[in-house]
């Protein structure tokens, strides 16, 4: 058995071991081992960890931007060296498979590459002036102090997508990990400190929704990043109202979907489908709680999907021939359960039962098995519109593409779609008439690079996309306009004539 973790907050450049309660973190493939023991944040230490980043604002904002994203490139360094460890510690910690979890810690450092590279590169733009002798410009400030609160199931890559934009643009942070993953956010911050970042630069404040909406009640915070749930997201949108200068980025929820046309691709179309509800365990954001199939192809589709499933390894996260792992803990397992409940009472056909995995190895941990059924998607029926977050999965049929978009925005959610087809016209169908974020076409509806915005639109996100998109967020546009003549020219003919006013 691993050695047990014990974690602190860091804050203002000190590691700081709270006063108060402290909570564990556990691997969620076998619950009696606990990860870390780690302080539960209080409004004390969230309101010191902001003061400590607005008292190192001013000296970080007036540090060269190329000099702030050359420690972008020591920390790039820093976690080549540690790839493997760190998905180790993640697949140990947040029971995501360890082949998974590599390539999420690759996802990080492809967002620090990319924000070290963005260092060297324009902040702003140089635009034409109607007076010949003025010289117009667009310039990026920073806002000032981000809260940045992060959900379990990408522990590394999202605050990673948060902070990488934040920081290289001269604003300081507040990190919030998930209580869920404080092991992995303890290494992020390991990391920082000996890539070089200043005291204060960057704070980190382990704990749950305490610490969390003290940061958000906090008037020195200017913005607030958000990545979880809707109902959290919700939450912090309301207590961001009474701030009349607040910004608030909130990626949320979703009920992703791959919709498999009539003239599909069938094993394309299967491996599509199987990986973006299974993957993970169905525990992305953008993993699909519906899969939407051309009812012509329903029940060969259906056939060859189960049967794909039921071959799928699930099992301990350290061994890179599982396809999945658990699922995080015990009240996700009971919340998949009550929806797959749900499915029997609102009469789903159920393909294949899953539930929990009681036997053996699984007994240990938080392991389910995949719940697959055949639903239509008629008024009033919650499991094919609600986000479950696991393995939980809808096939509903569609008689054209009309009906395909009709069924997949009849959802609160738009963050995901996939569509698995050969005909071009209806590729261009889907991409103009669906809502989402993120589209794929032949593709699973997961698998995002972080040079491209991601986010989503109505209950998936407020419009601030993260990863490279975060720059417009995190900056505010400036025009400073110079004038290099000895008069005063106005734009639109305007006068300076003051003997004539
Ligand atoms: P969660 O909403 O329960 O928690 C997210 C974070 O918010 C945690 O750090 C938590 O401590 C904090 N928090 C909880 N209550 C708070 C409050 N009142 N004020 C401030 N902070 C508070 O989410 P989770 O269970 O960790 O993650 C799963 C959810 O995240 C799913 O809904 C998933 O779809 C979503 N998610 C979305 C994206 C995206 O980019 N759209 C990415 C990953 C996960």
Redo the contacts with the bound molecule.
Sequence with gaps: MSSTLQGKHRIAGRWVASAAKSFESHNPARWDEIVGVFPLGTVEDANNAVAAARAAYPAWRRTSRIRRAELFDNLAQLVKRDTDSLAQLMARECGKVVTECRAEVVEGLHMIQYVFGTGRMPMGDVLASEVAEKDAFMRRKPWGVAAV??????PFA?PL?MLGPSLNEGNTAVF??????PAIAQRMMELFEEAGFPPGVVNLVH??????????KNPDVNIVL????????H??QQ?SADFYDRIVA?????KSAVIVCEDARLDLAVTAGVVSAFKTSG?????AGRILVAEKIMDKYAEQFVATVKRLKIGDPLDASHFTGPV?HQG?VEKVEQYNELARKEKADILLAGGRMNGGAHGKGCFLSPFVYRQEAKPGIRTVRE?V?GPHLALIPFENNEDAVRIYNDVEYG?SMAVITEDYRAMRWFRDECEY?MGYVNLPCIGAEVHLP???VKK??NGHP?AAGLIETVTHKTAWTVNHATEIKMAQGLTTDIAKV
């Design positions: 609160i992060t959900p379990w199931n990408f999202v997508w919030k990990p998930s209580e869920d993953t704990g749950d929704h305490v610490a969390g909406e003290a940061l958000v958000f990545t979880g749930s809707y109902d959290v997201g939450r912090i207590l909130c990626e949320m929820g979703s525990q992305r954001c953008v993993s995080i996700a986000e977050f963050l974020g991601f986010g989503g998936s996100g993260s």
